[in-house]
């Protein structure tokens, strides 16, 4: 069955911290993987986008990694800021489209000053 | 802004009433999405147009009616609606189908059916 699972379902930190984000998936065949941030109130935002040869991507204090062998992703946060509170949803595409997505059920960070 | 409106942005609605959503994308894409997001689940993909053509329905009730008069323009037409289809409606737009393109999404209507 194709899944995405992530961990924790819900964090909190002090500004300024570090955190990582975990992603789990069973999806195959595998295409990319995507994470997304959505802030309350608003639709999800691409954050990064990993293929199987790609094992690390930056955005900004945003890094994404991805072990295609083990089937894992994190997601790393350095140095935290307030407006970093949101949802992170991992996503998971299998080949044939944009309509092949598998989502997580996001992980809930809340960054408290 | 992502260039995906939504209106409206709420909805409270009984069972027997009929509303529309409404979804435009500014940014010229092909493609356009609904989805459901109810909470602590994953996203729910509903109905894909590429090209206003209907290219899948995700086993949606026939109480959801989709329809896609351009690329542009994307409504969401409810009738009958039960409680248990409270959620936040995401629409996307995409340049095209293909796997590796970025869907931008709007800002969702959230719905309640009392």
């Known amino acids: 069955k194709n899944q995405v699972e992530q961990s924790p379902q819900s964090l909190i930190i002090l500004e300024g911290k570090n955190c990582t984000l975990q992603c789990n998936y069973t999806v195959s065949p595998f295409s990319n993987l995507r994470w997304y941030k959505q802030d309350t109130g608003r639709g999800p935002v691409s954050l990064t986008i990993m293929t199987f040869s790609e094992n690390t991507k930056s955005n900004g204090r945003y890094t994404a990694t991805l072990d295609a062998d083990t089937k894992q992703s994190s997601l790393h946060i350095t140095a935290s800021q307030l407006s970093d509170s949101a949802s992170y949803i991992c996503?998971?595409?299998?080949?044939?489209?944009?309509?092949?997505?598998?989502f997580g059920q996001g992980t809930r960070l809340t960054i408290n000053p | 802004e992502t260039g995906v409106t939504q209106t409206p942005r709420h909805l409270v609605m009984g069972m027997t009433n009929k509303k529309s959503l409404k979804c435009e994308q500014h940014?010229?894409?092909?493609?356009m999405y609904w989805y459901k997001q109810s909470a602590k689940k994953p996203l729910e993909l509903m109905f894909v147009?590429?090209?206003?053509?209907?290219?899948e329905n995700n086993s949606v009730p026939s109480r959801f009616s989709p329809e896609c008069p351009n690329s542009s323009h994307l409504f969401l037409h409810l009738h009958t609606l039960q409680p248990e289809d409270s959620a936040l409606y995401l629409c996307?737009?995409?340049?095209?189908?293909?796997?590796?393109?970025?869907?931008?999404f709007g800002p969702g209507t959230r719905l309640l059916v009392l």
């Open positions: 996503v998971v595409s299998k080949p044939g489209g944009a309509q092949k997505l598998v």
């Open positions: 996307a737009s995409s340049q095209d189908l293909a796997g590796q393109e970025t869907q931008y």
């Open positions: 147009y590429n090209f206003k053509e209907q290219t």
């Open positions: 940014l010229g894409h092909n493609a």
